[in-house]
């Protein structure tokens, strides 16, 4: 007999090789009906897996969050035996659950197009609604191999001679059909239910090499319930939308040219926004103690095999070979460059924390698939830096860095944000040690800040390949989650280029170094905040705050004279004195986003008044020039600077 451990915290005795099957009826008919899967210890299994020892179980269902995985693995596997009923002669080959859905791909002479999504999806149907067993088979290799090169499929008699000779080699059957696969699955293949689309259709190379066959790569979703896809094909709609490729073009902010793949033309506007980011982040690290430095943008090879990179980044760098056969490489990392910083002049423990911050373009090659407008890039600005501590200041700092960032999200509207702990990966510098020692500093960290309501969770193995780190996620305005900041614990890089600090004693200690950035790449923020407010910057990030535009020439001096006025006040404008229609021009100005339109005639400009129209508003109010350019700066005011003017107004009263 074996003891299961239910969630309830109630202990049953069972024979040795009970299934969750039998577990589920032992209890009700019902449950038996409504389960799907097993979880053992946590690990979900296929229901009708033998359990041979004691542990702790839970019987899923098929409204369990953890069964939405098994609904997509589930429907690509029904997605692939529709293919091949429609299209005899296609080759299946791999089929994984992805964020938000699936994908299979397949080689066929003629590649699939939307066009062929119809037939699929009704075939798909059909299948679901026979609702045949999925059965689990241990094959041996040679069986394996000799069935799928009977049926001509190449690529799946690969796939098994890529499974390690240790793995049992699994296939699962639905009715007729089987495939190669490790499993878990649901119990039929009626439980994906109906609820499931296909999306699109990609090509793809085998095991994603290039000089390998193209495949036909068809992406699709599923759900448990019919409302959970509308809803997210609602979100998909808006973030269309919201795309910041489109966005950027109505907004003129930048472009791109196949001269230069993975970067970025910047337009005045754009380039308006970008620097006033910079600045905000110039004024909350100067706050906080940062001093800013710059870093040469290409340094010889010798630099970048000591600190590391060469070994375990080198795919990743771009390298050229000068005339005396030197080799240089433009930097992926600012890290190696303020240990550099740091090493010139000598430092005591009185001088830490040190605290080294710049904005630094660095370079990593990206796959051309694996561009996407500012958000993916080859060339791209980080707000890096570093702090230089010793062992004991390690989480004091670390909790005015979460702090820090914390603050920093909230000002661009973030609020809702979570923290996840990514832990020593396979391929990493450094000895156990050192890791245990930096993972624990990190893992204090977010105990504390859990204690506090932040959400916080393990990513295990993806951690940098010089130390652990904290990855700050944030939830946009549609409920997507997009991965910004870091703070990561090294004690291995200041060690590696022989960095040390003089003790209390006199003694050399090496400090341990704090990598952080807050946004990220600029870039990808920038697109992230063009998406989460769908183009309609906040007055303070707007690149044009306000356009002046015309009714009738008449008004064409008084517009000018605004405009003056408004620029030596510190706000942003234009002013469009062309000879079209008011509403003509309100609409295109609405296209390109700008937040606020003061209209001027010949009315006005005899009353020294202005009409205000706001992006998105049907409404029009208005008011003098002084009382509305006054309001206008007052709104433009950056938050930290908002902080700073009430901080001083309060402190003023008080005297």
Same mark, same amino acid.
């Given at each position: ?30 449950? /038996? @009906?409504?389960?799907? #899967?097993?979880?053992?210890? &946590?690990?979900? !299994?296929? *229901?009708? +897996?033998? %359990?041979? $020892? =004691? ?88 069986? /394996? @191999?000799?069935?799928? #090169?009977?049926?001509?499929? &190449?690529?799946? !008699?690969? *796939?098994? +001679?890529? %499974?390690? $000779? =240790? ?489």
């Amino acid at each position: 007999m074996i003891e299961l451990t239910f969630p309830d915290g109630a202990k049953r005795p069972y024979p040795a090789g009970t299934t969750g099957l039998d577990v589920a009826k032992s209890i009700s008919p019902s449950l /038996a @009906k409504r389960t799907v #899967a097993l979880a053992r210890d &946590g690990v979900v !299994v296929d *229901l009708a +897996d033998p %359990i041979e $020892a =004691d542990c702790a179980i839970e019987l899923i269902g098929r409204d369990d969050p953890r069964a939405l995985t098994l609904i997509r693995h589930d429907a690509a596997h029904v997605l692939a035996e529709a293919v091949q009923g429609l299209f005899p002669g296609t080759q299946v080959t791999i089929g994984p659950v992805i964020e938000d859905g699936f994908y299979y791909d397949f080689f066929r002479e003629t590649p699939f197009t939307p066009d062929d999504f119809a037939a699929i999806e009704k075939r798909m149907r059909e299948i679901i609604a026979k609702d045949r067993p999925f059965t689990k088979e241990e094959w041996s290799r040679d069986d /394996a @191999k000799a069935y799928f #090169a009977e049926r001509g499929e &190449g690529f799946k !008699v690969e *796939l098994v +001679d890529a %499974i390690p $000779a =240790d793995q049992t080699l699994k296939m699962y059957r639905q009715g007729e059909w089987m495939d190669l696969c490790r499993g878990p699955h649901m119990t039929s293949t009626g439980k994906v239910g109906t609820a499931f689309k296909l999306m699109k259709v990609a090509g793809a190379y085998w095991r994603g090499d290039s000089n390998n066959q193209m495949l036909s790569r068809i992406y699709g979703t599923a759900f448990a319930k019919q409302e959970d896809l509308d809803a997210h094909l609602k979100r998909l709609e808006e973030a269309a939308k919201r795309d910041h490729r489109r966005l950027g073009r109505e907004m003129d902010l930048f472009h791109f040219q196949e001269e230069g793949p993975g970067t970025i033309f910047w337009h005045p506007k754009g380039w308006n926004l970008f620097q006033t980011l910079i600045g905000y982040m110039r004024r909350r690290q100067e706050a906080a103690g940062y001093i800013e430095v710059n870093t040469p943008m290409i340094l010889d090879r010798a630099l970048w095999e000591t600190s590391g990179h060469w070994q375990s980044y080198r795919e990743n760098m771009f390298v050229t070979t000068t005339e005396d056969e030197r080799v240089f490489a433009l930097k992926p990392m600012n890290c190696p460059g303020h240990v550099q910083i740091f090493k010139n002049g000598l430092k005591s423990y009185r001088d830490l924390p040190l605290k080294v911050g710049e904005f630094g373009t660095v370079h990593r090659y990206e796959p051309s698939g694996a561009l996407h407008g500012v958000m993916r890039v080859r060339a791209f600005t980080q707000d890096d830096a570093h702090i230089f501590c010793t062992d004991d200041q390690i989480m004091a700092e670390c909790l005015k860095v979460n702090d820090l960032i914390l603050s920093i999200y909230e000002d661009f509207g973030f609020s809702d944000v979570s923290i996840k702990l990514s832990t020593r990966p396979e391929k990493r510098v450094g000895s156990d040690e050192v890791w245990d020692k930096a993972e624990e500093a990190l893992q204090r960290v977010i105990e504390n800040v859990a204690a506090r309501g932040v959400p916080t969770s393990i990513n295990p193995g993806e951690g940098a390949f010089y130390g652990p780190k904290l990855e700050y996620v944030l939830r946009d305005a549609i409920g997507r989650d997009w991965q910004c900041g870091t703070l990561q614990v090294d004690f291995n890089l200041p060690g590696r280029f022989g960095a040390f600090y003089i003790g209390p004693h006199s003694d050399k200690i090496t400090p341990v170094m704090l990598h952080r950035a807050v946004f990220g790449s600029l870039e990808r923020f920038t697109g992230i905040l063009i998406e989460h407010f769908a183009g309609h910057m906040p007055l303070w990030l707007s690149p044009v705050q306000a356009v002046i535009t015309t009714i009738t020439e008449e008004a064409d001096d008084y517009a000018l004279q605004l405009a003056a006025e408004a620029r030596r006040m510190g706000l942003r404008v234009e002013v469009d004195l062309r000879n079209e229609k008011i509403n003509y021009k309100v609409r295109e100005h609405s296209l390109a986003k700008i937040p606020v339109l003061l209209v001027v005639g010949r009315k006005e400009a005899a009353e020294r008044t202005v009409s205000v129209r706001r992006l998105g508003s049907p409404n029009q109010t208005g008011g003098t020039a002084d009382a509305v350019l006054a309001a206008l700066v007052d709104e433009a005011v950056a938050p930290d600077l908002r902080r700073t003017i009430e901080a001083a107004e309060v402190a003023e009263a008080a005297e």
